[in-house]
Nanobody
Framework: QVQLVESGGGLVQAGGSLRLSCAASGRTGSNYAMGWFRQAPGKEREFVAALRWSGGAIYHADSVKGRFTISRDNAKNTVYLQMNNLKPEDTAVYYC?????????????????WGMGTQVTVSS
């Protein structure tokens, strides 16, 4: 089992920044990957960013490229999502997820473990 706890959400004005954190505990390892997804009211959950603990590939959705950056701190077993130049359309509940799959990291179905989510609200 893997437990994930997100933090760092809040209310920010357009153009502002937030940093989300996801602390992982339990049976994680170098073969795991971590992802961030978001879900706005009335919309489907969508991929934001992902990386593998072992290093190498890092992915960002086109809608956030150049504004959001995913990173990790292996010593703290924590993944971060730095969000800059936030826009009202970034408003959503942001979820952290973990998986040991070798399949695509951009598909939510491939993730076995999920956090409870943290609300991000961007005002115009």
């Amino acid at each position: 089992q893997v437990q994930l706890v997100e933090s760092g959400g809040g209310l920010v004005q357009a153009g502002g920044s937030l940093r989300l954190s996801c602390a992982a505990s339990g049976r994680t390892g170098s073969n795991y990957a971590m992802g961030w997804f978001r879900q706005a009211p009335g919309k489907e959950r969508e991929f934001v960013a992902a990386l593998r603990w072992s290093g190498g590939a890092i992915y960002h959705a086109d809608s956030v490229k150049g504004r959001f950056t995913i990173s990790r701190d292996n010593a703290k077993n924590t993944v971060y999502l730095q969000m800059n130049n936030l826009k009202p359309e970034d408003t959503a509940v942001y979820y952290c997820a973990a998986t040991s799959t070798l399949a695509s990291l951009t598909i939510s179905f491939n993730y076995a473990y999920w956090g409870m989510g943290t609300q991000v609200t961007v005002s115009s």
